[in-house]
């Protein structure tokens, strides 16, 4: 299995601000992607970061609202933007690995932002 | 469209009592279908996908293409079941962007 690690935790912004999202992971990744949890949402998938390429963006997100950064195969930041209080959610960052052909989805412990 | 839904919010049940989580999905080709459990103050974490045909702490999903579902059950709910579940889809031909339900908190009393 794959441990994932997340910075920050928490954070409350001011509106008009970024926040950078960090996350890191104990193994060598090909696929890492970023999700957003709104309060009482599901799980809605924002872009796939994959090392050495541009992430590719969902419907209804865009790369100046939300930018990523993918260094290497451990490690990738997501940047929310000009925020503004519909930005609170929890945000996750998830990367694929597995063994035995069955590849799994693993979750980091999310970076809930709250935007005031 | 592709859509995963879960038309329960909560579902509260005894100890004891079998549960049912339900789990509808459109999506046109043929997806491989997934649980996920998150329980209090831990992350999200796969309970079970429908490819491996398996049992996990009692919890079995039988995929029904004809129906389009992949509802999630136990016959005997234990306390620790307590969590909240999510149904998931994903596209066939290798590890694709996960599409999750809404979720349904799975509440077992003593």
């Known amino acids: 299995s794959a441990v994932i690690s997340q910075k920050p935790s928490r954070d409350i912004c001011q509106r008009g601000t970024s926040l950078t999202i960090q996350c890191q992971v104990d193994?060598?990744?090909?696929?890492m992607f970023w999700y957003r949890q709104q309060p009482g949402q599901s799980l809605t998938l924002i872009a796939t970061a994959n090392q050495g390429s541009e992430a590719t963006y969902e419907s209804g997100f865009v790369i100046d609202k939300f930018p990523i950064s993918r260094p290497n195969l451990t490690f990738s930041t997501l940047t929310v933007s000009n925020l503004s209080p519909e930005d609170s959610s929890i945000y996750l960052c998830s990367v694929v690995g597995g063994q035995g052909g069955l590849d799994e989805q693993f979750f980091g412990p999310g970076t809930r932002l709250t935007v005031l | 469209a592709q859509r995963v839904t879960q038309p329960e919010k909560l579902l509260s049940v005894f100890k004891g009592a079998p549960v049912e989580l339900k789990c509808n999905y459109s999506y046109s080709g043929s997806p491989e279908l997934f649980w996920y459990v998150q329980y209090s103050r831990q992350r999200l974490q796969l309970l079970l996908r429908?490819?491996s045909r398996e049992s996990i702490k009692g919890f079995t999903a039988d995929l029904n293409k004809g129906e389009t579902s992949f509802h999630l059950k136990k016959p005997f709910a234990q306390e620790e079941d307590s969590a909240m579940y999510y149904c998931?889809?994903?596209?066939?031909?290798?590890?694709?962007?996960?599409?999750f339900g809404a979720g349904t908190r799975l509440a077992v009393h003593p």
């Open positions: 429908h490819i």
């Open positions: 193994s060598q990744v090909t696929m």
């Open positions: 998931a889809l994903s596209g066939s031909g290798g590890y694709n962007k996960l599409i």
